[in-house]
């Protein structure tokens, strides 16, 4: 029978396997239910099982595999062109940073640089993205503890981006936006003076999110302590993006392997020092911050001329391998390509960041309570999609 401190990872060992948590001979009052499939803190389809002892989590094991869509094999049969859409697809609430690791992994095998203009307007969407994407986030986990308000918030400042995304692409999901070799158009004239405007709101709205949820004493308390997940456990079980600057490691592979402009970029990298899930949730917020500065330093330093570079109407890649490392608003995006030197991938592999970020559930959630396990949950930033694949 596992006992408590088998389940904690408190040394970065092993994974509890299903069968650790739902067989074997209960003590006393242990029970194991599941939680989700269908569950509004699961975001997605989720099934985290959960033995417990009383109200006190002993054992988590998130089970995935409902969304499995087979992208990756589907990708060998498609033109390199063609995987765009579907990139959009995988994390629907970041699709501009699906679409960019995809294309810049596919202009590598290439040898393609794109214009510097294309370049600038790829960061300052990808920025723009990170905050829809945390502020959606953010909308659901105030909803979760209780801040129902912060979902109204969140969506309507998510709004104000979703209709500059939509100016520019005509749409407000899935964008295919990234092209091989560059963007699909221009910015429109008043694409530049609304984005300026988006910035000003933004910055005073944040104000309102710290007067709701950053001091409050019961968002404190069912954040402060709990769900703590240390650096060297981070480390340990991959876990990438605000997760793991949450627990004080500064990596963020803008900084560590820079693309595109982001060298020539001055922003900061937000770390927490305990990794408990209120850090985690204010790393979030220092991230919006800085994504503001990167968009206003694009927008005051963008260039002129093309948004595609001159790209062969049949792509066929030389054979070779890449393998192209983005910072989504999850953590590291990255998507590992074999070209043989026909227009299709000869294979295709996506290192999703929620992947690696739902391994830190059984640690993050054992010992707590049960109330604890839905905002533990929360915290992490799940989505399903680029999960199950």
């Known amino acids: 029978m596992p006992e408590l401190e088998d389940?904690?990872?408190?040394?970065?060992?092993?994974?509890?396997?299903?069968?650790?948590?739902?067989?074997?001979?209960?003590?006393?009052?242990?029970?194991?239910?599941?939680?989700?499939?269908?569950?509004?803190?699961?975001?997605?389809?989720?099934r985290v099982v959960l033995r417990l002892s009383g109200e006190?989590?002993?054992?988590?094991?998130?089970?995935?595999?409902?969304?499995?869509?087979?992208?990756?094999?589907?990708?060998?049969?498609?033109?390199?062109?063609?995987?765009?859409p579907m990139a959009d697809r995988l994390d629907y609430t970041a699709a501009m940073a699906n679409e960019l690791t995809y294309v810049l992994g596919v202009e590598r095998l290439l040898g393609l640089e794109v214009?510097?203009?294309?370049?600038?307007?790829?960061?300052?969407?990808?920025?723009?993205?990170?905050?829809?994407?945390?502020?959606?986030?953010?909308?659901?986990?105030?909803?979760d503890l209780g801040a129902v308000t912060m979902f109204v918030y969140g969506l309507r400042e998510r709004e104000s981006i979703l209709r500059l995304f939509e100016m520019v692409t005509g749409a407000r999901l899935t964008y295919s936006y990234m092209r091989i070799g560059g963007v699909r158009n221009d910015l429109p004239p008043e694409f530049t003076p609304k984005c300026r405007e988006?910035?000003?709101?933004?910055?005073?709205?944040?104000?309102?999110?710290?007067?709701?949820?950053?001091?409050?004493?019961?968002?404190?308390?069912?954040?402060?302590r709990v769900g703590v997940l240390t650096a060297d456990q981070a480390i340990a079980l991959s876990?990438?993006?605000?997760?793991?600057?949450?627990?004080?490691?500064?990596?963020?592979?803008?900084?560590?392997?820079?693309?595109?402009?982001?060298?020539?970029?001055?922003?900061?990298?937000?770390?927490?020092?305990?990794?408990?899930?209120?850090?985690?949730?204010?790393c979030r917020m220092l991230e919006i911050r800085q994504s503001l500065g990167i968009i206003e330093q694009c927008l005051d330093g963008l260039p002129g001329g093309e948004v595609m570079a001159k790209v062969p109407k049949v792509i066929k890649p030389p054979a070779g391998e890449v393998y192209s490392l983005?910072?989504?608003?999850?953590?590291?995006?990255?998507?590992?390509?074999v070209s043989d030197g026909s227009a299709n991938p000869y294979r295709l592999h996506w290192r999703a960041p929620t992947f690696a970020n739902l391994q830190v559930i059984p640690t993050t959630a054992t010992g707590y309570k049960l109330a604890d396990a839905v905002a533990t949950i929360a915290s992490v930033d799940i989505v399903l999609g680029e999960v199950d694949r």
């Open 239 to 282: 876990a990438t993006g605000p997760n793991l600057r949450g627990s004080g490691v500064a990596y963020d592979v803008r900084r560590a392997q820079p693309y595109l402009i982001y060298d020539r970029l001055a922003f900061e990298v937000p770390v927490g020092k305990t990794g408990d899930i209120y850090d985690r949730y204010i």
């Open 56 to 84: 006190t989590v002993t054992g988590a094991y998130p089970d995935i595999g409902y969304l499995h869509r087979g992208v990756e094999k589907i990708a060998e049969g498609w033109t390199y062109p063609q995987f765009v």
């Open 326 to 337: 983005t910072e989504a608003p999850r953590g590291a995006n990255a998507v590992y390509i």
């Open 7 to 46: 389940f904690r990872l408190a040394t970065g060992g092993e994974k509890p396997e299903l069968r650790d948590v739902v067989t074997g001979d209960l003590h006393g009052e242990e029970v194991v239910i599941n939680m989700g499939p269908q569950h509004p803190a699961t975001h997605g389809v989720l």
């Open 115 to 143: 214009p510097e203009r294309a370049a600038s307007i790829r960061v300052m969407f990808a920025e723009l993205q990170r905050i829809a994407s945390h502020l959606i986030w953010l909308g659901a986990f105030g909803t």
């Open 198 to 224: 988006f910035l000003k709101v933004m910055r005073e709205r944040i104000k309102e999110y710290d007067d709701i949820l950053t001091g409050n004493p019961i968002f404190e308390a069912r954040t402060k």
